[in-house]
């Protein structure tokens, strides 16, 4: 059982930079692999960026590649997602969650309860 609590949402203006971070409990969180989602007002929720359980290999989708980093840091059983040049379509709420192989071509077990981003320009 992984329980996963996300925090670091706010407003930010165009152009401008967040970090969001996901604090996992247990002490097997080093074994799942980890990965951000966003369900933005009226759309589905989609894929953000993911990370193997070592941290070695990432994955982004198109639309926030080479604008996000994805980290995690298991000694502290948090995972980061670093969000710079922020766009008005980057608003969101952004989920955490965690799955034993990989998040990318597999349906998440656990999912934290989202935070907030806001871009506004």
């Known amino acids: 059982q992984v329980q996963l609590v996300e925090s670091g949402g706010g407003l930010v203006q165009v152009g401008g930079s967040l970090r969001v971070s996901c604090a996992g409990s247990?002490?097997?969180?080093?074994?799942?692999?980890m990965g951000w989602f966003r369900q933005a007002p009226g759309k589905e929720r989609e894929f953000v960026a993911a990370l193997s359980r070592s941290g070695g290999s990432t994955y982004y989708a198109d639309s926030v590649k080479g604008r996000f980093t994805i980290s995690r840091d298991n000694a502290k059983n948090t995972v980061y997602l670093q969000m710079n040049r922020l766009k008005p379509e980057d608003t969101a709420v952004y989920y955490c969650?965690?799955?034993?192989?990989?998040?990318?071509?597999?349906?998440?077990?656990?999912w934290g309860q989202g935070t907030q981003v806001t871009v506004s320009s």
């Open positions: 969650a965690a799955h034993p192989i990989s998040v990318v071509d597999r349906t998440p077990n656990y």
């Open positions: 247990g002490r097997t969180f080093s074994r799942y692999a």
